[in-house]
């Protein structure tokens, strides 16, 4: 481990340091109203994901040891949402909660949807998928109930 660089880790490594520590994440919950709606983006992961394989998802990132916050949130809105516009980031709570891969220290932001996403498909927000990945309801609700608050 002293010869690795900080930063992005390889696979194997990295999810064995997620079963050891605690990891520091950021969960994005991208919204929307639509006819006075809630709707949610959410994504599938492949079917060789680690953790949750085909399973659907929020955006979310480890945070690296070499981030800065709004690196952090730029490969999200890079990587994850396919450069959608959006709005800023409404923080929500933090959340202690064990993924799947470990246990995750998530610090929740909820933003909406300006554009016309490149990526994944909306489902209302009152009847969420089954094929959910079960730990993002740890957060996911908070999220929309925020949403709904500033929007009410």
């Known amino acids: 481990l002293q010869k ?17 520590t605690t990891t520091a994440i950021i969960e994005f919950v991208p919204l929307r109203m639509r006819e006075g709606k809630v709707e949610i983006l959410l994504t599938r992961r492949s079917a060789d994901d680690p953790a949750w394989p085909s399973l659907l998802h929020t955006p979310g990132t480890v945070i690296r040891a070499t981030d800065t916050l709004e690196s952090a949130f730029s490969r999200l809105q890079t990587e994850e949402l396919e450069g959608v516009d959006v ?17 995750e220290s998530s610090q929740v932001f909820w933003l909406e949807v300006l554009g016309e996403p490149k990526a994944g498909d909306f489902y209302p927000a009152d009847d969420l998928p089954a094929d959910l990945a079960a730990s993002q309801m740890d957060f996911i609700p908070a999220a929309i109930d925020a949403y709904r608050n500033r929007h009410n």
């Not at 709005?87 to 246990?103: A, D, E, Q, T």
């Open 87 to 103: 709005s800023l980031p409404v923080f929500v709570k933090n959340v202690l909660h064990h993924s799947g891969r470990g246990l």
């Open 4 to 20: 690795l660089e900080p930063g992005f880790l390889p696979l194997p490594i990295f999810l064995q340091v997620t079963r050891l």
